[in-house]
């Protein structure tokens, strides 16, 4: 028995030395694991980003490898980006250009603090348009020396960079026959989530109405408000992620990457759903107060049940179930920067 436990205990430890190991220490700001440049290529390149480095203490690392194995290339890419903590710390001014041979795969990962400047959609501009097409023709080195040429010119050149971000604008604008079409087909997932919100809410709302004048059971109301919660958080993914993507397509000036936060701690959910319940009893008895002919009492197991068939039977104008729905060189060392995960992938 000892000894099973050893072995099962070394096969652990090994595995997770094993583990770390995947993902390389980075010695060096060019690490050519893919072997994919001559070496004058390669210290050509050291040259020009450890240069860049001195000049503006912003880290542009280049890693090429052979392949991700079973991972993505944005998990790969933010795991190696901030084992080797690129960029400087408190600063996290570090960006990481990450490059799979066999995957035929390419990831530019931003640190947090050049986000600003190298946002999502100019990363993928550079990989799409600079990149790729001499990724096609196998000129690996044309293609990531051209990119690293642009991204230096872009974080010196404001001037350049907004330049870049119009081009990649005009780029993405549609005609508004296309815009109507698209606003149009949107507005139709908006309005069926409407629709099941609105049905399903009144459900809600009668609910706390019958608990509040002793009609429905206190446990059996609590019960159906819960179930009713499954179609009510339904039909909100059916209104805001429409609501998301017309953010984006059409350019709204809504940031959404700024509440990305709002990942890291759900506390404000709690917050949120007290509210919902606080002003659906709000709203249950005030419709009590304005009716006029109830009385407040609570009764915390009988229902009376003339009244359960008239308001929730399949026939009410409550029904639950008509609003529910399936289912450089060797001194180089990262600066103690991190990356939450910004940048852009592509392929080719």
């Known amino acids: 028995m000892k000894k099973g436990f050893l072995v099962a205990f070394l096969i652990l430890v090994s595995s997770t030395m094993l583990g770390q190991e995947h993902y390389p220490r980075l010695t060096e700001i060019v690490t050519d694991n893919a072997h994919i440049f001559s070496s004058q290529e390669l210290d050509g390149l050291r040259t020009k980003l450890t240069q860049f480095e001195t000049e503006t203490t912003n880290q542009l690392v280049i890693l090429t490898i052979n392949g991700l194995g079973n991972e993505t290339i944005e998990e790969y890419a933010n795991v190696v980006f901030n084992q080797n903590q690129l960029g400087q710390k408190e600063k996290d001014n570090g960006i990481l250009i990450l490059f799979a041979k066999s995957d035929r795969e390419v990831r530019i990962e931003v640190g947090y603090g050049l986000e600003p400047y190298i946002t999502d959609a100019v990363a993928s501009g550079i990989i799409r348009n600079t990149m790729i097409p001499e990724f096609k023709e196998e000129n690996y080195f044309e293609g990531l020396d051209n990119a690293t040429n642009q991204l230096i010119e872009f974080l010196k050149n404001p001037e350049a960079l907004e330049e870049f971000k119009s081009e990649l604008e005009s780029e993405n604008e549609m005609g508004w026959g296309v815009g109507i079409f698209v606003a149009f087909f949107l507005s139709i997932f908006v309005a069926a989530g409407g629709f099941v ?7 809600v709302v009668e609910a706390f109405r019958g608990m509040l004048i002793g009609k429905l059971g206190v446990l059996q109301g609590v019960f159906m408000v819960l179930f009713q919660m499954i179609p009510i958080l339904f039909s909100m993914v059916f209104i805001l992620m429409p609501l998301f993507f017309a953010i984006e397509i059409f350019d709204l000036g809504m940031n959404l990457e700024a ?12 917050y949120l759903l007290a509210g919902f319940f606080g002003f659906t009893l709000l709203l249950a008895a005030i419709k009590i107060l304005v009716k006029g002919k109830e009385e407040f009492q609570l009764s915390l197991y009988k229902s009376d049940s003339t009244y359960m068939r008239k308001t929730f039977s399949s026939s009410g104008t409550h029904s639950f179930g008509s609003s529910s729905s399936g289912g450089s060189s060797s001194s180089f060392s990262g600066g103690g920067g991190s990356s939450g995960g910004g940048g852009a992938s592509g392929s080719w």
């Open 197 to 203: 919100f609105y049905r399903t809410y009144s459900g």
């Open 259 to 270: 509440y990305t936060y709002l990942l890291d701690d759900f506390s404000w959910a709690y």
